[in-house]
């Protein structure tokens, strides 16, 4: 499906029972490019939930924007797509807020996806801008929130950035690993690359978990699994947004972030970020 870049205005959604997946196209196994989603508002009771798509499953979303507010219960919402399986998501953009109460465990939201399958994934060159709040409502669920996905097990990410604020909020104190996060939330396992990310967004974690407060909050990955040397590279972040790049720490990854200040960032050219990424001549 080729939208042609025309907009969608004021689309509405609202699901009062519990639904399984919701957003403008259910599911997707081929090609959805050129949608533009100008304003709208989502209010979801429902497992998975986003604005372009509900669940891509081997197909491609490409180009597409969502600037509807997204909020509800439920288990997994991205700003994009919310669940991706052997799909690829390139050059869209998320500006919508997004707000997930969630009493199940490991629930998620992203301003791109809100979950990532154990497969072949592929996100590039897409950002975030919009505000992404998790709210945990019963104990022990170890919720994930992120600026462009909750988590990337099988996969590769580049060329993506943030400039949203990530907030986790847990009404629980016996939560341990709540993960809050600028970029990814959870990375490991199979995935293969983290390349060319930068995140300015503040990311917020309101527990009253002292233990687990600062673990998993982190400005570019908030965990990172036992994978040995996982690579992630050329990645930055703002000083203040969070007080590191990568959150804990399991096997011989090493934290390879870069903090930079707002003046260094601006700085930054393809040399550094990679080739998706020109000069901002307007700003600069």
């Known amino acids: ?74 288990y997994h919402f991205g700003g994009i797509c919310s669940e991706v399986e052997n799909g690829r998501i390139r050059q869209c953009h998320n500006s919508g807020s997004i707000t997930l109460t969630t009493s199940d465990r490991f629930s998620s939201a992203g301003g791109i996806y809100g979950y990532g399958k154990r497969n072949d994934n592929s996100i590039e060159e897409c950002c975030n801008s919009g505000e992404i709040t998790v709210i945990e409502v019963s104990a022990n669920t170890n919720s994930r929130v992120s600026g462009i996905g909750p988590e990337l097990l099988n ?66 990955v908030g965990y990172v699994g036992n994978t040995p040397q996982t690579p992630i590279s050329n990645c930055y972040w703002l000083t203040g947004t969070a007080n590191k790049g990568i959150g804990q720490i399991e096997g011989e990854q090493t934290d390879t972030t870069i903090e930079k200040s707002a003046e260094e960032l601006k700085k930054l050219t393809e040399n550094e970020l990679g080739e998706a990424f020109t000069a901002d001549t307007i700003r600069n």
């Not at 990375?187 to 293969?192: I, L």
């Open 155 to 220: 996969g590769t990410l580049s060329s993506c950035y943030n400039t949203g604020t990530i907030k986790m909020k847990s009404e629980y104190p016996d939560d341990p690993n709540p993960v809050s996060a600028g970029i990814v939330g959870q990375w490991g396992e199979n995935a293969s690359t983290l390349t060319n990310c930068y995140n300015t967004g503040n990311v917020i974690l309101e527990t009253e978990n002292v233990a687990g407060k600062e673990r998993r909050r982190a400005s570019i």
């Open 1 to 74: 499906y080729d939208g042609g870049e025309h907009s969608i205005k004021n689309l509405y959604i609202r699901s009062e029972e519990q639904a399984e997946t919701i957003g403008l196209f259910d599911y997707n196994t081929g090609t959805i490019k050129n949608v533009i989603i100008e304003s709208g508002t989502i209010e979801a009771n429902a497992t998975s939930v986003g604005a372009i798509c509900g669940w891509n499953k081997g197909g491609t979303i490409e180009r597409c924007l969502n600037n509807a507010t997204i909020s509800g219960k439920g």
